[in-house]
């Protein structure tokens, strides 16, 4: 019998992963998410037991440097549809490691192989852009997850404008409304002409 994929955790360790992916990619210091990768892999390395209480750091310190097949995205698709968790077999001829990676994955394997896989699956969807279709609770049809909504009546962007013809901020005059303070309106800045 397949073991199951605990999606809420896998969607959770996606989310938790990101933000501290996204915390790293500034474009001032471009190489802090290498360098944090890097030590990250170094302590896994070193204490692959980490991951029990903080089990993004994996998905973290992989970001970049696993590759998934055109096949084998197909087959992970359908594992993350189905929350079937693959086995070893399957796992291991459908994920490409980086060689620098590979006494990592070994040491993490040896530690707890379930969270190898979910850390893939994460990655796996951070790749993809979490565009997974999923079958609804009831089954009876399919639905994409990715909260982006059809665009057909937004073609013009300023399509909604006639919702607000009314409102012509341009011509407000906050001087004549009640309680307005214009104290502030003669305050310029620095190299500002009245």
Not at 17 to 38: C, G, R, V
Not at 51 to 71: C, H, I, N, Q, W
Not at 150 to 167: E, P, V
Request: proline share 5%.
């Amino acid at each position: 019998m397949a073991n199951k994929l605990n999606m809420a955790r896998i969607r959770a360790l996606q989310t938790d992963a990101l933000e501290n992916i996204e915390s790293y990619m500034d474009p001032d210091t471009p190489k802090a998410l290498e360098q944090f990768t890097a030590k990250m892999k170094a302590i896994l390395l070193a204490s692959p037991d980490m991951l029990d209480s903080v089990p993004e750091y994996l998905p973290m310190a992989l970001y970049g440097r696993v590759k998934f097949t055109p096949a084998a995205k197909l087959q992970w698709q359908q594992w993350l549809n189905s929350a079937t968790a693959p086995t070893w077999d399957q796992f291991k001829t459908s994920v490409a490691f980086n060689n620098a990676d590979v006494e990592l994955v070994k040491a993490i394997r040896a530690h707890n192989e379930a969270q190898l896989i979910e850390a893939c699956a994460v990655l796996f969807m951070l790749e993809a852009g979490d565009k997974l279709v999923a079958k609804r609770r009831n089954g009876s049809e399919t639905y994409n997850e990715d909260p982006s909504y059809d665009d057909a009546g937004y073609d013009d962007a300023d399509s909604d404008r006639g919702h607000y013809a009314s409102d012509d901020y341009d011509s407000d005059d906050d001087s004549d409304e009640e309680g307005y303070d214009n104290q502030y309106d003669d305050i310029r800045f620095n190299g500002e002409k009245p």
